[in-house]
């Protein structure tokens, strides 16, 4: 394979895209009285997507450092990871409690004692004053699980174990703690999720050039199946949907990924660019769509809602190049100096950028949405 897959980079694009619909139409319905939108499913869509390609990504890199090498060291795996995802975060998480400070009554998931920030900064799960398993930066909920989905690969290649094989048990294993995770609670229970079943999706895609492509479908419709057989079981009757999503998004992820070299010359640039920069654009957008919401409003306090949700979408789209380029690939290369000895970032074609957060099934996304 090529160190660029663009169809996956354009995926990763779509999903932040999508992501920023979901939350440029909650934005407008707390800003807009009257105004009711909901579009959860495409931030359902939109968050698996990022965390098949995340699985993907991880053992596509692992394997191929593997074969140039011959072994791949955990610390550094670990260390290449963490520098990728921190920067960025912990730097809108200190903008949160700035613009706490400065505007408590008019910030959502506000809470901001020091074991909350602790917990937030280092990835644990924490929850806010609403009782939401959400950190400080609220969109940083996925990272929670990016960062633990990497300690498990991280352990596998320390333990000289395939990381699909440590990972398929674990994962398998925390969906079906799903069924038993309370409303309330330890904190630990956020990663009783069948959501990371799509990480383990992304991995056995990554995998697919080693067997017939049966096999994969054929892992992918047993997964499906799994996770709908999940959500039948918690809600009390037969349900679908989930297993359907699960694999629309992992069936195009393989597609993408088994087809690049024949679709590669038909993706535009701009949109593989926009893949480059989706971290940005998914931590910056909280930041930037509420502000545009709220401009709008002013301004035309009986603008139809189609005008505030697309300015909210455009907006953060067109600043995140900006922001990829001026402050995230700086913040990256003064880690990867301060960390490897190195002026060079990570290289953002070979690693994953972290899931944008979408409301999650069954969460309110009044509580899940903004910084």
Not at 30 to 54: C, K, M, T, Y
Not at 90 to 112: C, D, I, R
Not at 180 to 204: H, K, Q, T
Request: charged residues 15%; aromatic residues 10%.
């Amino acid at each position: 394979m090529r160190n660029q897959l663009r169809s996956v980079q354009a995926l990763r694009f779509l999903a932040a895209v999508l992501v920023v619909i979901v939350h440029a139409c909650a934005y407008t319905a707390q800003r807009f009285p009257g105004v009711w939108l909901n579009a959860e499913d495409l931030g359902h869509l939109g968050v698996w997507l990022f965390f098949s390609i995340s699985g993907f990504v991880m053992v596509f890199v692992t394997d191929r450092e593997l074969a140039t090498s011959g072994q791949v060291r955990a610390a550094r795996f670990l260390r290449k990871r963490l520098a990728r995802i921190v920067p960025l975060y912990w730097t809108m998480t200190v903008v949160k409690l700035v613009l706490t400070g400065m505007f408590a009554s008019q910030m959502t998931n506000a809470k901001s004692d020091p074991l909350t920030v602790l917990r937030s900064l280092l990835f644990i799960p924490v929850r806010n004053e609403a009782g939401d398993l959400q950190p400080v930066w609220g969109v940083g909920w996925t990272l929670v699980f990016e960062a633990s989905f990497y300690v498990l690969v991280a352990a596998a290649l320390l333990l000289r174990v395939d990381p699909v094989r440590l990972a398929a048990p674990v994962l398998c294993g925390a969906s079906l703690l799903w069924l038993l995770r309370p409303e309330s609670g330890s904190a630990m229970w956020f990663y009783a999720d069948p959501a990371v079943l799509c990480f383990l999706a992304g991995m056995l895609i990554a995998r697919q050039g080693r067997k017939p492509v049966v096999h994969t479908v054929a892992a992918i419709v047993t997964l499906s199946a799994f996770i709908a057989l999940l959500h039948s079981v918690k809600e009390g009757e037969p349900s679908a949907s989930a297993g359907v999503s699960f694999f629309t998004i992992s069936a195009l992820l393989c597609a993408a990924v088994r087809y690049d070299s024949a679709i590669r010359t038909y993706i535009p640039r701009w949109l593989v660019y926009g893949g480059t920069t989706s971290y940005s654009l998914y931590m910056l957008h909280p930041l930037i769509g509420p502000g545009v919401v709220w401009l709008v409003q002013a301004i035309a306090p009986a603008a139809p809602w189609p005008i505030p949700v697309s300015l909210a979408v455009v907006a953060p789209v067109l600043v995140a190049p900006l922001a990829y380029r001026h402050l995230e690939r700086p913040l990256n290369a003064l880690v990867a100096h301060l960390v490897r000895g190195s002026g060079h970032a990570p290289d953002a074609e070979s690693t994953v950028h972290p899931t944008p957060c979408a409301a999650r099934r069954g969460t309110n996304t009044s509580r899940t949405i903004g910084p």
